[in-house]
């Protein structure tokens, strides 16, 4: 049984700091729409509730957007199941693919068609 694969330690650090400030604005949203909730509250007028609370929804759909990009960001760091992928063009050829066979597949330097 192989061991899990996980990401290394500078990718880590690198999936938390994405979308810092994307978060870090999503925390001051809400902090502002509980102080606007609260002026609606008790010293302004009743429609600063309703303000507040969707200053707070822009907070929580911030959060969201930055959870998602992380997330996606970290499933495209983490390696493939299999090892190290190779990439097109370089390395071995593919098992059975002699010279002309993979020259016929390749697309032409002119960038044309047939």
């Not at 509250?41 to 509730?49: E, K």
């Not at 507040?52 to 959060?63: D, N, P, Q, T």
């Not at 059975?96 to 032409?108: D, E, I, K, V, W």
């Amino acid at each position: 049984m192989s061991a899990p694969e996980t990401l290394s330690e500078a990718d880590f650090q690198k999936v938390r700091a994405y979308h810092r400030g994307t978060r870090n604005a999503a925390l001051v949203a809400c902090l502002v729409g509980v102080l606007v909730m609260i002026a609606g509250r008790y010293v302004g007028p009743d429609w600063l509730v309703a303000v507040g609370v969707a200053i707070i929804a822009l907070g929580w759909a911030l959060f969201a957007y930055a959870f998602v990009k992380r997330l996606k960001m970290a499933r495209a760091s983490l390696p493939p199941p299999g090892g190290v992928p190779a990439k097109p063009g370089r390395g071995a050829p593919e098992p059975g693919a002699n010279a002309l066979s993979t020259a016929a597949r390749s697309p032409s330097p002119s960038g044309g068609g047939e």
